[in-house]
């Protein structure tokens, strides 16, 4: 974990998620990596150069102090949203019968070889 970011216990620090995101910072957008602990949020910058990759540390904030807002989203919402069960089973048989097709295919070209 990161040693550099202060913990009263260090050992009980663990590792929940981590994943890469792109950070908007100054109306510029920066590839970063998230690393989620358990006491932690922690941004870093990935430097990674043939064998040898490395992470920097860019900022860090205490799990305590974060406070989520949600805020209205401004994009276009469905007025009707879709039935995802149905979507499900159309794209379950658009696959089979793609499958099917696939199958069909591969026996008449090879019945018209023999």
């Known amino acids: 974990s990161f040693e550099v970011v202060p ?8 590792l929940i ?3 890469f995101a792109v950070e908007l910072c100054k109306g510029s957008r920066k590839l970063r990596h998230l690393f989620l602990f358990n006491d932690v949020l922690v941004c870093a910058k990935y430097k990674g150069r043939g064998e040898k990759s490395t992470f920097h540390l860019d900022w860090f904030i ?9 805020w209205p989203s401004s994009e276009p919402k469905e007025t009707k949203p879709a039935n995802l069960v149905s979507l ?3 794209a379950s048989s658009l696959r089979d019968t793609i499958l099917q097709a696939e199958k ?5 070209v090879k019945g018209k070889g023999a």
Do not use: F, G, T, Y
């Open 88 to 90: 499900k089973s159309a």
């Open 62 to 70: 205490p799990l305590c102090e974060v406070l989520i807002i949600e």
């Open 104 to 108: 069909d295919e591969k026996w008449n």
């Open 17 to 19: 998620k981590n994943s």
């Open 7 to 14: 913990h009263q216990d260090q050992d009980k620090r663990h």
